[in-house]
């Protein structure tokens, strides 16, 4: 019972993340859509059915809006499929110029290309991105404009000494570069009114004192962009230090009319560099209060006679709105600070692309390397921008720079480390997300900033399909003309409803409209499946597109048939209407019957091998002893256990004659290893034949493994993992073994020899003892014998 509650519950989960995953991923069925232009913009899968006997009795008229494989499984023909697709079109692709410094032919800065392609047409399906490739390669001795731009308030007095000579000796180091290179010059201090500067009489004609200086003004424009430096040189030789009040000065109001005022300062379509010279911070929008100035800047030109004339009139520019004015001009900012400023105009940098930062000498005495490093390392890096995109369009970028490197994102706008005469190239993916409400052709550009070349994209949208052309308004086919018929179903107009428009919306929930869409008078309205529309059901959509409602009442389903395998009628046949319809050869209320005998034919061409009955494609064994798809496994006949010897042993052991070939000849049956013969099934516990085997191998090794088909016709072998070796002789027992027996055997020896002499010896004294005992001596004295003594007397001894 814990078993069959376990196998419903998998089986939920399963068809609950299918269904999950249906219903996120299939946009066309969420849409809802109610004629083909409405299908179309819900996705780049989605296709609308155009055949007029498309639709089943209870399909509502957005089911003919589904992703194209499921259209056309429905019975939809692919060529009644309305999917029109996105296209694109270049209207202008130049190539690349591949221009040399010193070439004899000279050409002009519109005649040279660094963008391509420049202009082209997009197509945009909704969801469907149209992407092509955008070239830019730096070209070699590409004019230079470089506008000057200096702060003359009193701090930088000493400055203005070395800017004097700033024309000649920048030109010649900018021939380097280019052989058209133009400079300009202008000055800024600080706003006209208080509290930025004294607007006492005697301080407005000479804000310094003990030096003679020329009165305050926000911004002059005192030489405009030329090819003549010992001009800059003059001019600015004759300029002045003035002086203000406060700390920050008004550079930015100067910047804004730079970056505006083109025709007064002579920018041309070439590379703009402004160089922003100063000592101290700046004013932005807001200080202005200060002055009394509330207006907010306008971002307008407001130069006569080349001086800022409203500086008293309009605030600060913002720092977005600079950079607006800056990005929309193409202008590249070199800020040349002191060190002291440094971080301040680092963080403004951050915030103005484009734009470099370099440390200027309390003298400007490095001015010219500084502009010189600051050119090379904007001019090394390109970073696209579009301009504004339409409601619902995005955009994507994929760069492919120097040395293979490829990025995405945000990173995918930019290339780095770019040298003159280098190509890179950039994927520029534009998708729609719907249709813009007008429907009308859109126009974005994409442009590298600081670069005047721009690529214009036209925008054109598919709104609606082809066939929506060929509709018939007020179509006789729509109940008398309350609706336009195209792409195969009526598009009802404004109060109708219904599938041929043929109710008032006024008239859809009605007692008597929902009488007819009750089945056998019962309460269920269309079988609690769908809706009831004009009298008539329209059936709910399920979120598997697969699945579908259908029926006069909707009671019908093609999804509740039984199963087979887990599969839907088996997987041989169709659902309709809660019964499977089989296909050929199968049977059953499940179709898993099969009619055909084939699978039950074995290698002989007999049925089952002649031991058993083919049953619904499956052979049923009439002897028990006999298993597997043809009734040819026998498991516990002799022979089974030398057949699958050498595959058990080469997968088991790694070792036998099938060693090399085994994962080819051995693969038919599951190992399962366990560490000892108990643990080795046992006939008596399992529910199929099971056959013991004991093989030995060349090492005269034993193996002990079980060979079985189980119920599902499944090989299995059970292997012991350890071989049953026999041991070989311990030599050192045998060795000391062999000495020991020899001393023993010594040992004994001397031993019995020790004892049979103890014996003897005794037998010999108990022999000597009983002849002497037998013996008869004579006591008279042996005339014969003679004393060994001889006894000498001293005739001298006294006996003293």
Same mark, same amino acid.
């Given at each position: 019972?814990?078993?069959?509650?376990?196998?419903?519950?998998?089986?939920? &989960?399963?068809?609950?993340?299918?269904?999950?995953?249906? $219903?996120?991923?299939?946009? +066309?069925?969420?849409? #809802?859509?109610?004629?083909?232009?409405?299908?179309?913009?819900?996705?780049?899968?989605? /296709?609308?059915?155009?055949?007029?006997?498309?639709?089943?009795?209870?399909?509502?008229?957005?089911?003919?809006?589904?992703?194209?494989?499921?259209?056309?499984?429905?019975?939809?023909?692919?060529?009644?499929?309305?999917?029109?697709?996105?296209?694109?079109?270049?209207?202008?692709?130049?190539?690349?110029?591949?221009?040399?410094?010193?070439?004899?032919?000279?050409?002009?800065? %519109?005649?040279?290309?660094?963008?391509?392609? !420049?202009? &082209?047409?997009?197509? &945009?399906?909704?969801?469907?991105? !149209?992407?092509?490739?955008?070239?830019?390669?730096?070209?070699?001795?590409?004019?230079?404009?470089?506008?000057?731009?200096?702060?003359?308030?009193?701090?930088?007095?000493?400055?203005?000494? #070395?800017?004097?000579?700033?024309?000649?000796?920048?030109?010649? %180091?900018?021939?380097?570069?280019?052989?058209?290179?133009?400079?300009?010059?202008?000055?800024?201090?600080?706003?006209?009114?208080?509290?930025?500067?004294?607007?006492?009489?005697?301080?407005?004609?000479?804000?310094?004192?003990?030096?003679?200086?020329?009165?305050?003004?926000?911004?002059?424009?005192?030489?405009?962009?030329? =090819?003549?430096?010992?001009?800059?040189?003059?001019?600015?030789?004759? !300029?002045?230090?003035?002086?203000?009040?406060? *700390?920050?000065?008004? /550079?930015?109001?100067?910047?804004?009319?730079?970056?505006?005022?083109? %025709? !007064?300062?002579?920018?041309?379509?070439?590379?703009?560099?402004?160089?922003?010279?100063?000592?101290?911070?700046?004013?932005?929008?807001?200080?202005?209060?200060?002055?009394?100035?509330?207006?907010?800047?306008?971002?307008?030109?407001?130069?006569?006679?080349?001086?800022?004339?409203? *500086?008293?009139?309009?605030?600060?520019?913002?720092?977005?709105?600079?950079?607006?004015?800056?990005?929309?001009?193409?202008?590249?900012?070199?800020?040349?600070?002191?060190?002291?400023?440094?971080?301040?105009?680092?963080?403004?940098?951050?915030?103005?692309?484009?734009?470099?930062?370099?440390?200027?000498?309390?003298?400007?005495?490095?001015?010219?390397?500084?502009?010189?490093?600051?050119?090379?390392?904007?001019? *090394?890096?390109?970073?696209?921008?579009?301009?504004?995109?339409?409601?619902?369009?995005?955009?994507?970028?994929?760069?492919?720079?120097?040395? /293979?490197?490829?990025? %995405?994102?945000?990173?995918?706008?930019?290339?780095?480390?770019?040298?003159?005469?280098?190509?890179?190239?950039?994927?520029?993916?534009?998708?729609?997300?719907?249709?813009?409400?007008?429907? $009308?052709?859109?126009?974005?550009?994409?442009?590298?900033?600081?670069?005047?070349?721009?690529?214009?994209?036209?925008?054109?949208?598919?709104?609606?399909?082809?066939?929506?052309?060929?509709?018939?308004? #007020?179509?006789?086919?729509?109940?008398?003309?309350?609706?336009?018929?195209?792409?195969?179903?009526?598009?009802?107009?404004?109060?109708?409803?219904?599938?041929?428009?043929?109710?008032?919306?006024?008239?859809?929930?009605?007692?008597?409209?929902?009488?007819?869409?009750?089945?056998?008078?019962?309460?269920?309205?269309? =079988?609690?499946?769908?809706?009831?529309?004009?009298?008539?059901?329209?059936?709910?959509?399920?979120?598997?597109?697969?699945?579908?409602?259908?029926?006069?009442?909707?009671?019908?389903?093609?999804?509740?048939?039984?199963?087979?395998?887990?599969?839907?009628?088996?997987?041989?046949?169709?659902?309709? +209407?809660?019964? +499977?319809?089989?296909?050929?050869?199968?049977?059953?209320?499940?179709?898993?019957? =099969?009619?055909?005998?084939?699978?039950?034919?074995?290698?002989?061409?007999?049925?089952?091998?002649?031991?058993?009955?083919?049953?619904?494609?499956?052979?049923?064994?009439?002897?028990?002893?006999?298993?597997?798809?043809? +009734?040819?496994?026998?498991?516990?006949?002799?022979?089974?256990?030398?057949?699958?010897?050498?595959?058990?042993?080469?997968?088991?052991?790694?070792?036998?004659?099938?060693?090399?070939?085994?994962?080819?000849?051995?693969?038919?049956?599951?190992?399962?290893?366990?560490?000892?013969?108990?643990? &080795?099934?046992?006939?008596?516990?399992?529910?199929?034949?099971?056959?013991?085997?004991?093989?030995?191998?060349?090492?005269?090794?034993?193996?002990?493994?079980?060979?079985?088909?189980? #119920?599902?016709?499944?090989?299995?072998?059970?292997?012991?993992?350890?071989?049953?070796?026999?041991?070989?002789?311990?030599?050192?027992?045998?060795?000391?073994?062999?000495?020991? /027996?020899?001393?023993?055997?010594?040992?004994?020896?001397?031993?019995?020899?020790?004892?049979?002499?103890?014996?003897?010896?005794?037998?010999?004294?108990?022999?000597?003892?009983?002849?002497?005992?037998?013996?008869?001596?004579?006591?008279?004295?042996?005339?014969?014998?003679?004393?060994?003594?001889?006894?000498?007397?001293?005739?001298?001894?006294?006996?003293?």
């Amino acid at each position: 019972m814990m078993e069959l509650k376990l196998v419903l519950i998998s089986t939920l &989960l399963v068809h609950f993340c299918y269904c999950n995953s249906q $219903k996120e991923g299939n946009e +066309c069925i969420n849409a #809802n859509a109610k004629y083909c232009g409405e299908c179309i913009q819900a996705g780049d899968r989605c /296709g609308w059915c155009t055949d007029p006997n498309f639709l089943k009795q209870g399909e509502t008229v957005s089911t003919r809006c589904d992703e194209l494989q499921s259209l056309m499984k429905r019975g939809c023909h692919a060529t009644m499929i309305e999917n029109p697709r996105g296209q694109q079109k270049f209207l202008s692709n130049k190539t690349v110029t591949n221009r040399k410094k010193g070439a004899e032919a000279k050409l002009k800065p %519109e005649d040279i290309t660094q963008i391509q392609p !420049q202009k &082209l047409s997009l197509t &945009l399906r909704s969801g469907e991105p !149209q992407s092509f490739d955008l070239k830019f390669k730096r070209a070699e001795d590409y004019p230079i404009d470089l506008y000057y731009l200096m702060d003359l308030s009193y701090s930088m007095k000493d400055d203005l000494e #070395n800017v004097k000579n700033l024309g000649t000796s920048l030109m010649l %180091e900018m021939e380097k570069i280019t052989s058209d290179f133009r400079i300009g010059f202008g000055s800024f201090v600080e706003k006209t009114v208080m509290p930025y500067i004294s607007t006492t009489p005697a301080k407005v004609l000479n804000p310094c004192t003990g030096d003679n200086c020329t009165s305050p003004f926000s911004y002059k424009n005192v030489l405009k962009l030329t =090819s003549d430096g010992k001009k800059f040189n003059t001019l600015v030789g004759q !300029q002045h230090i003035s002086g203000n009040l406060d *700390s920050p000065e008004g /550079g930015f109001d100067a910047i804004m009319q730079v970056a505006v005022c083109g %025709e !007064q300062i002579g920018w041309r379509n070439v590379t703009r560099l402004l160089v922003f010279s100063t000592d101290a911070g700046f004013h932005f929008a807001g200080d202005g209060k200060l002055g009394g100035i509330v207006l907010p800047n306008d971002g307008k030109c407001h130069l006569e006679n080349n001086v800022y004339t409203m *500086s008293h009139y309009y605030d600060y520019p913002s720092i977005a709105h600079l950079v607006q004015k800056l990005s929309d001009n193409n202008i590249q900012t070199i800020f040349a600070v002191t060190e002291e400023f440094q971080p301040v105009y680092q963080e403004l940098k951050n915030l103005i692309p484009k734009s470099a930062v370099g440390t200027l000498s309390a003298n400007s005495s490095n001015v010219i390397n500084l502009i010189i490093d600051a050119y090379n390392s904007l001019s *090394s890096e390109v970073i696209l921008e579009n301009s504004k995109l339409p409601e619902g369009v995005t955009i994507a970028y994929t760069s492919r720079c120097k040395n /293979g490197v490829v990025s %995405e994102g945000e990173n995918g706008r930019k290339c780095s480390n770019i040298s003159i005469g280098d190509e890179v190239m950039f994927t520029i993916s534009v998708t729609s997300k719907g249709c813009p409400r007008q429907g $009308k052709p859109e126009t974005i550009k994409i442009k590298p900033l600081g670069f005047t070349e721009e690529v214009a994209i036209t925008l054109n949208f598919i709104c609606d399909c082809e066939c929506h052309k060929e509709g018939i308004k #007020n179509s006789q086919l729509c109940h008398f003309g309350n609706g336009t018929y195209e792409c195969g179903a009526c598009k009802c107009n404004e109060g109708r409803v219904g599938r041929q428009c043929e109710c008032s919306s006024n008239d859809v929930a009605t007692e008597d409209t929902d009488q007819t869409c009750r089945k056998d008078n019962s309460t269920d309205i269309c =079988s609690n499946n769908g809706d009831c529309v004009c009298g008539t059901c329209e059936c709910k959509k399920r979120d598997n597109p697969d699945e579908r409602y259908s029926g006069q009442y909707c009671e019908c389903d093609n999804f509740n048939c039984d199963r087979s395998g887990n599969k839907l009628c088996g997987g041989h046949g169709r659902c309709e +209407c809660r019964v +499977c319809i089989c296909d050929s050869e199968w049977t059953g209320s499940a179709c898993d019957c =099969s009619l055909s005998d084939r699978d039950c034919k074995a290698s002989n061409e007999q049925i089952c091998n002649g031991r058993g009955t083919c049953e619904c494609g499956t052979c049923k064994c009439t002897d028990p002893k006999f298993q597997g798809p043809t +009734c040819e496994i026998c498991p516990t006949c002799p022979g089974v256990c030398t057949e699958h010897k050498e595959c058990v042993q080469c997968r088991a052991f790694g070792t036998g004659e099938r060693k090399d070939t085994c994962e080819r000849d051995c693969s038919y049956f599951k190992l399962i290893k366990v560490k000892d013969r108990d643990k &080795l099934p046992q006939p008596s516990g399992s529910s199929y034949p099971m056959m013991h085997c004991k093989e030995r191998d060349a090492n005269d090794c034993w193996f002990y493994f079980t060979y079985a088909v189980n #119920n599902n016709t499944d090989k299995e072998v059970h292997v012991v993992d350890t071989l049953d070796c026999p041991t070989g002789p311990d030599i050192i027992p045998i060795v000391a073994g062999v000495v020991a /027996g020899i001393v023993l055997i010594g040992l004994a020896l001397l031993l019995i020899w020790k004892l049979l002499m103890i014996i003897h010896d005794r037998r010999e004294f108990a022999k000597f003892e009983k002849e002497k005992m037998n013996a008869k001596w004579d006591t008279g004295e042996n005339p014969i014998y003679k004393s060994a003594v001889t006894t000498v007397v001293n005739p001298k001894y006294e006996g003293k």
